[in-house]
T-cell receptor, first 115, second 115 residues
Framework: AQSVTQLGSHVSVSEGALVLLRCNYS??????LFWYVQYPNQGLQLLLK??????LVKGINGFEAEFKKSETSFHLTKPSAHMSDAAEYFC?????????????FGKGTSLLVTP | EAGVAQSPRYKIIEKRQSVAFWCNPI?????LYWYQQILGQGPKLLIQ????????DSQLPKDRFSAERLKGVDSTLKIQPAKLEDSAVYLC?????????????FGPGTRLTVL
């Protein structure tokens, strides 16, 4: 079954520093991968997704992720952290269920940005 | 475009009581999902509707949870009777179709506390 593992439940970076949030997947078939962000007391918002084609995917708010099949990874990066990036980030894989597709989420990584 | 609406935003009940949550998806979205997000974990799919039919409820605890989507639009999720371990955020999401990489749009969630 397809699943994702997020390494590090909490990540702290300084404002302006590189953001790196790690996600590894397990899948017997080519996966569809997603990163979602959740701000306090809000629902999840799609940052970016990988389906097919280019392995470097650009998303909203300056985030990007690279699909690396050899490493079974889909790490999320941003060159320069902003205070507004503080949130919970979830990696997810599209999971084929009985009658369609659903998302299988990782446990999440909480990003703290310090001044 | 209006987003996914959910109510109530917060609910506190005692164990063995019943509770219901309501979700109104984005207009025209045929697929509706209910997720349970326990503190410190990623969302877990409870049930998926395609129009007004259930396509996946394999992870729904059917002895106490029920859900319906009358007329293929809004949906209600009910818990009866509630247990302490049901304390979580219940997220509703919708998408225009259940394809493997179709974006899901999430509502703000209902935070349930069972005492």
């Amino acid at each position: 079954a397809q699943s994702v593992t997020q390494l590090g439940s909490h990540v702290s970076v300084s404002e302006g520093a590189l953001v790196l949030l790690r996600c590894n997947y397990s899948s017997s078939v080519p996966p569809y991968l997603f990163w979602y962000v959740q701000y306090p007391n809000q629902g999840l918002q799609l940052l970016l997704k990988y389906t097919t084609g280019a392995t470097l995917v650009k998303g909203i708010n300056g985030f990007e992720a690279e699909f690396k099949k050899s490493e079974t990874s889909f790490h999320l990066t941003k060159p320069s952290a902003h205070m507004s990036d503080a949130a919970e980030y979830f990696c997810a894989v599209s999971l084929f269920s009985n009658s369609g597709y659903a998302l299988n989420f990782g446990k999440g990584t909480s990003l703290l940005v310090t001044p | 475009e209006a987003g996914v609406a959910q109510s109530p935003r917060y609910k506190i009940i005692e164990k063995r009581q019943s509770v219901a949550f309501w979700c109104n998806p984005i207009s025209g979205h045929a697929t509706l999902y209910w997720y349970q997000q326990i503190l410190g974990q990623g969302p877990k799919l409870l049930i998926q509707f395609q129009n007004n039919g259930v396509v996946d409820d394999s992870q729904l605890p059917k002895d106490r949870f029920s859900a319906e989507r009358l007329k293929g639009v809004d949906s209600t999720l009910k818990i009866q009777p509630a247990k302490l371990e049901d304390s979580a955020v219940y997220l509703c999401a919708s998408s225009s179709d259940p394809g493997s990489y179709n974006e899901q749009f999430f509502g703000p969630g209902t935070r349930l506390t069972v005492l």
